[in-house]
């Protein structure tokens, strides 16, 4: 199983520019799992940002974010990215890797999901 996930990448940058977040995860059984993207800004519920399914076949983005954000993994490392392009001041958050055992569901809410890191804060300045 997934036992523990640890983000970085996070930062303070300009509106139009780029980040990118990694999420290293520890146990042999990463690449059996789907994986996410999440954000809390504050004052606000968390609320999904991207998914990618356990074979990578499938992923799929919050309109928000569609066309600016890309999420990927890999496997080797166990690790899942979510590249951040076109940034706006409205996507500064608390940005939250998750994982779940894959299945046939394809959760976009934070109930879908067993492991959590603890978050990498993005602030984008306009």
């Known amino acids: 199983q997934v036992q523990l996930m640890v983000e970085s990448g996070g930062g303070l940058v300009q509106a139009g520019g780029s980040l990118r977040l990694s999420c290293a995860a520890s146990g042999r059984t990463f690449s059996s799992y789907h994986m996410a993207w999440f954000r809390q800004a504050p004052g606000k519920e968390r609320e999904f940002v991207a998914l990618i399914t356990w074979s990578s076949a499938t992923t799929y983005y919050a309109d928000s974010v569609k066309g600016r954000f890309t999420i990927s993994r890999a496997d080797a490392k166990n690790t899942v990215y979510l590249q951040m392009n076109s940034l706006k001041p409205e996507d500064t958050a608390v940005y939250y890797c998750?994982?779940?055992?894959?299945?046939?569901?394809?959760?976009?809410?934070?109930?879908?999901?067993?492991?959590w890191g603890q978050g990498t804060q993005v602030t984008v300045s306009s």
């Open positions: 998750a994982g779940t055992y894959s299945s046939s569901w394809l959760p976009t809410s934070t109930s879908g999901y067993n492991y």
